[in-house]
């Protein structure tokens, strides 16, 4: 079930952090080619991954351009541009999804700024959709890539997750164990695995609040 109490921000977010330190390249080639098990959770992936190259790559633009079913994204630095791999047309929908909803876009064309509080800083964005006839555009601005790795902005993930010392409750989106910890956890006690985990903490009265599970959650 899809945990409402998430926000696609906080959840995309989240999976920038989780995905920080991993090889963003080989994985958004490893998404290219493999089929996509989980829609949505992959639509977050990949735009978090190619969020993070073109962070990496201190891009100006990323952009989406879609024309007759065939998928471009580009990294734009200076004069330069790179390819990344692209994700299939269902990916991009819900990526682009995902951008809506965070943005409150809505329509064929129009322009937002986006924030995204990250464990090694703020990342300021423009984003911009464009349709043009058969062409469908998702441009993404890179306001002060510069300065990224340097500063040390409070994050928004802060902002919105709940007080510290709340614990949060986690499932294991591989093997079910529920534990707690106070953020996003870097690993399964239970298994091992990484980046798969959702909150399913209370944070409505009818449950009995953080501190407690989200029996329809869990
Ligand atoms: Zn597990």
């Known amino acids: ?54 962070t990496t790559e201190q891009a100006q633009k990323l952009s989406f351009a879609k024309e007759d079913g065939s998928i471009t994204v580009t990294v734009t630095k200076g004069n330069q541009s790179i390819d990344l791999p692209a994700p299939s047309p269902e990916l991009l929908e819900v990526a682009t999804g995902v951008v809506r909803d965070i943005t409150h876009l809505e329509g064929e064309n129009g322009k937002s700024p986006l924030v995204l509080g990250l464990k090694n800083g703020q990342l300021d964005l ?14 993404i601005t890179f306001q002060q890539s510069e300065e990224m790795a340097a500063s040390e902005k409070p994050s928004g993930a802060a902002i919105n997750a709940p007080p510290a010392d709340e614990p949060i409750h986690w499932k294991c989106g591989n093997c079910n164990f529920t534990f707690t910890a106070s953020s996003l956890p870097e690993q399964c006690p239970g298994c091992g695995e990484k980046c798969d985990f959702l909150n ?9 609040g953080p501190g407690n599970i989200d029996p329809r959650l869990a």
């Open 1 to 54: 079930m899809e945990n409402l109490s998430r926000t696609p921000h906080l959840k995309l977010q989240e999976m920038c952090d989780c995905y920080l330190e991993t090889d963003f390249s080989k994985q958004l080639t490893a998404m290219g080619s493999s089929k996509n098990t989980d829609l949505m959770e992959d639509g977050y992936k990949y735009l978090a991954l190619a969020l993070l190259q073109a």
């Open 126 to 139: 423009l984003v911009e959709i464009k349709k043009d006839g058969l062409k469908e555009y998702l441009t």
């Open 200 to 208: 399913i903490t209370c944070y409505t009265p009818e449950c009995g």
